[in-house]
């Protein structure tokens, strides 16, 4: 039989200590694992719009490019070898026939 003198019952805790803090610091993570996620895709997408890129559409225009050849313009390669020669990172020679190859469709 049931005795009053005991006090009433208490009803049992949903979580004991350690699983309560154990479920919380899971969610949190899961909601810090979701603003990484979201920061990384809005870079992504800066960065696709910054080069020029349709964010949606850029797998297609990528392999577009790809598909077409030189993404570069033969200004922008005689440019990029200039840019190259003017910081030391090929020499005149190297500048000279990577021009005329450039020049010549090779």
Known sequence: ????????????????????????????????LGFLFVAFIVRSHRAAKRAGIDPFASEAQIIAQALSGS?????????ELDDLHRRGLISTEERTTARQQVLSGA
């Open 1 to 32: 039989m049931l005795s009053f003198e005991e006090g009433p019952l208490a009803p049992a805790p949903l979580f004991e200590g350690g699983l309560f803090v154990l479920s919380i610091a899971v969610v949190g993570l899961l909601v810090l």
């Open 71 to 79: 993404a570069l313009t033969l200004e922008q390669r005689l440019a």
